[in-house]
């Protein structure tokens, strides 16, 4: 699995720009599912099966977009000033790299502070781009770049610029590999411009109209110094989101994701996230509601260049995933 995490973590695709991503996914599940299609938005939605006697159709999401820079003004000595795609802190951007979609790389530093104890806001940030004069620049005004940072192990911690939310992404892939048997029609969508607002989701959630819906994507920890006041930690297994800033989860998915790890004994922690949503929210308010749940890979610092998931959390959330759509599903 880890050269699939590699290969989709290490891709480029930033909001909007999802399509390095979406062949990657596209070769991996070829001969997985019955049918692949891409939709106005390019979502990729991958149906497996045909709904059973005992079955629902289950819409499971994971987006493939990741933050980045968009350029706003090129001044007359090359220096690039941006803005974010998605929220993006200045204390996590200065001294890091980035790579514009047209191969460019380019560094972000700082305008000299008048307040230096003050964290910099990001007007107060540029990209070098090895530019003598505007005229020279390789990149001009709407050129998109993401953050340049190589995949690296850490012991059984995996750190990588993309793991919101391309680890869902692999535990998905994983699970279309893993599993044997499912009494539901199912709908993979690796969406797309969920950073921006949801937006691959909301049209997939509508396209597909399924009975029942859940999101894979990525969750904050409460387990390094003076971190947020949270549960989830790394290493204690996937999540059952309760609720985020976005949604309430459907308390009845709740109760058949949590009572389907114990049963299979895969250890999970219940998820209250105070900041952030997940595409779960954009499937719970389509069309006249759909029963909506999501299932978190707990990772330290999201939206970072580095953002971190233990091994082992994602090898438990494959076989949560695979243990949820193999059965019929009690929303009793
Ligand atoms: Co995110
Ligand atoms: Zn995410």
Known sequence: MKDLIRKLVEAVGPSGYEGAVREVVRKEIAGLVDEIKVDALGNLIARKGVKGPDGMRIMVSGHMDEIGVIVT??????????????????????????????????????????????????????????????????????????????????????????????????????????????PHELYFVFSTQEEVGLRGATTAAYGVDPDLGLAVDVTRTGDTPKGVKMEVALGKGPTVKVRDSGMLADPRVVRWMAETAEKAGIPYQLEVLEAGTTDARAIQLTRSGVPSGCMSIPTRYIHSPSEMVDANDVQLSVRLLVELLTNPVNLS
């Open 73 to 182: 003004h090129v001044d007359e000595k090359g220096f690039v000033r941006f803005t974010t795609i998605c929220g993006v802190s200045p204390a996590t951007c200065i001294g890091g790299r980035v790579k514009f979609l047209n191969g460019t790389p380019g560094l972000i530093y700082m305008e000299r502070s008048e307040s230096p104890d003050k964290l910099p806001s990001m007007e107060q940030l540029y990209i070098d781009v090895g530019a003598a004069d505007r005229a020279s620049s390789p990149v001009k005004v709407g050129d998109v770049g993401v953050f340049d940072r190589p995949f690296v192990e850490i012991g059984s911690r995996m750190v990588s610029k993309a793991m919101d939310d391309r680890i869902a992404v692999a535990v998905m892939i994983e699970a279309l590999k893993d599993l044997k048997f499912s």
